[in-house]
């Protein structure tokens, strides 16, 4: 199927990919969701706040033969609302990659016109399967450190039409890439990868609305690594593919 994308880029090549990802042709341990887990307090009350996230990144074909694959923010917006889900804060990212069974070491390419292309991300992804070699494949309990995120920030409120990125842990778990705004919302490079995550999570073990943690006053902070809450996530999410 990414053979039919080779020669395409931008919204073009995001189009086909979305209509792919939203038509099932996902590998099926990507709907395995893995359990992260924040801890903080409020008040003097300790909270226990679980995620679920996909245990890897966005990828098309299925569980022995499958490509991650990159998408400009508009696109990753709507394949995430649409299946049910919210793309990560950076804190969120942080804590993915402290407790990720599985840390891979970022392994950059040459930086140029070349790295939004098909080509590149498909090299870079066997890079990635060559580095996970020695784990085993899929299924894994959680993997990270081979791709900056797509995330969440009250950021793009205040910059619209651009792609906020973050991450690409280094060992130790220092990241590659600070949250940048940087780019236009359509760019989309092999680094980038799309980690989704569930709208539901656990405060103490109890299911609450993630969206409602998230524009709590109190306890947003936790999740989102941000001061005060973020207002209306789901809006947030819509407004980046009108």
Known sequence: MVQSVMNLSGHERDSVLE????AGNMPGFLRDLVPVTINGAVNGHALEITICVTPDYLAVGDDSDFVRVPLGMAAAA???DHLGFIL?????????????EVQLPPEPMAPGAAMTTTSYFMRHDRTVDNQAGPYGLHPVALIAGIKKDLVLSER?????GRVAIYGWHRSGGNPIQPLSLVHGAEYADYSHGIRLVSRIAFINGRPVALDK???DEDIARIVTGEEGPMRNVRNLLATLYR
């Open 88 to 100: 990560p804060t950076p804190r969120m990212v942080d804590l993915i990659y402290d407790q990720a």
């Open 78 to 80: 709507r394949v995430a």
């Open 156 to 160: 793009l409120r205040k910059q619209p």
């Open 213 to 215: 943690v998230m524009q």
């Open 19 to 22: 209509r792919e990802l939203l």
